[in-house]
């Protein structure tokens, strides 16, 4: 079965700091790649995702991730948080043979002002 | 914004109450989904379907049963409430078959606790 390991359960950064969450997947088969984030009292929403082609993507404000096949990681990483950043980050995994998404356990972001 | 809703956003039943979670999607998609999320944890997959007349049960173990009847609806039942089953359950839909487009789009979520 598949499975989603994200690194960090609760990061804490100053603004302008640098962001990398850690996520690893544990799949053989074609995945598409996908990181969420879900703002205080908002759905979830997509931030990024890969499906092929350069495993770099960026993502909406500002984010990006790169894909190492290699790794089976799939890191999402933005060069300087804002306080506005501050929510859970979600790394998720669609398996195209499974026909579902595994999740992983979120990373929890509070940026401080 | 995606159009996906749930109804209702939040719910506080007595135990042994049967429950409906509603969840409904406009943008024609086939494919949907329940999770269940306690607070600061993963979501975990309890129903999903790829269409009408569809069902699969998730990852994690659940009491509920869903139907999938039209494409739009995908309700979630609970026969009978207990307060185990206390937690958030976040409906999502994706892509139109075929076209490879699996990012999901979530609805707002229940939040659900059984006294």
């Known amino acids: 079965a598949q499975s989603v390991s994200q690194h960090n359960h609760h990061v804490i950064l100053s603004e302008a700091a640098s962001l990398e969450l850690g996520c690893n997947y544990s799949y053989g088969g074609t995945v598409n790649l996908f990181w969420y984030v879900q703002y205080p009292g908002q759905h979830l929403q997509l931030l990024l995702k890969y499906f092929s082609g350069d495993p770099l993507v960026k993502g909406i404000k500002g984010f990006e991730a790169e894909f190492i096949k290699s790794k089976f990681s799939f890191n999402l990483r933005k060069p300087s948080v804002q306080w506005s950043d501050t929510a859970e980050y979600f790394c998720?995994?669609?398996?195209?043979?499974?026909?579902?998404?595994?999740f992983g356990d979120g990373t929890t972001l509070t940026v401080k002002p | 914004e995606a159009d996906i809703y749930q109804t209702p956003r939040y719910l506080v039943i007595g135990t042994g109450k049967k429950i409906t979670l509603e969840c409904s999607q406009t943008?024609?998609?086939?494919?949907m989904y329940w999770y269940q999320q306690d607070p600061g944890m993963e979501l975990h997959l309890i129903h999903y379907s790829y269409g009408v007349n569809s069902t699969e049960k998730g990852d994690l173990s659940s009491e509920s049963t869903v139907s999938r009847i039209r494409t739009e609806h995908f309700p979630l039942t609970l026969e009978s409430a207990r307060p185990s089953h206390t937690s958030q359950y976040l409906c999502?839909?994706?892509?139109?078959?075929?076209?490879?487009?699996?990012?999901?789009?979530f609805g707002p979520g229940t939040r659900l606790t059984v006294t």
């Open positions: 998720a995994v669609y398996s195209t043979n499974a026909g579902k998404s595994t």
């Open positions: 999502a839909s994706s892509g139109l078959a075929g076209d490879g487009d699996y990012e999901q789009y």
């Open positions: 943008m024609g998609h086939d494919k």
